[in-house]
C-alpha cells in the first residue's frame, strides 16, 4: 500500500477537526456541523453543544485512521522482514 494512501486520511482528518474547531470559535454567530448531530434528543437546538461534538467526531474519526494507519505500516514491516527471512 501506498504512503500516501495510508497516511493521507488521517492528516485530512485532523485538517479538517482543527478546522471546524478555529471556525467554530471564531463566529460565534454560525457553526459548521457534523451532518444529522440534531437528530438526537440531547443535542436538538443547542448549536454550541452540537459544533463541539463536531470537530470532537472528525479528531475521533481521525484517530482512528491514524490507528489503521501504524497497524498498517508495523503489518507491512513484518511482511517484509518475513520475506528477508525466506
Known amino acids: 500500500m501506498s504512503l500516501l494512501y495510508r497516511w ?4 485530512v482528518l485532523f485538517g479538517v477537526a ?7 470559535r ?6 459548521l456541523l457534523f451532518p444529522l448531530l440534531d437528530g438526537f434528543p440531547a443535542l436538538q437546538g443547542d448549536i454550541g453543544l452540537q459544533a ?3 470537530w470532537v467526531l472528525c479528531a475521533i ?3 482512528i485512521a491514524l490507528a489503521q494507519a501504524l497497524w498498517d505500516q508495523v503489518g507491512a514491516g513484518r511482511a517484509s522482514e518475513d520475506e528477508n527471512e525466506r
Open 8 to 11: 493521507f486520511p488521517p492528516v
Open 18 to 24: 482543527a478546522y471546524v474547531w478555529q471556525y467554530n
Open 61 to 63: 474519526f481521525g484517530a
Open 52 to 54: 463541539q461534538v463536531s
Open 26 to 31: 471564531s463566529h460565534p454567530d454560525q457553526a
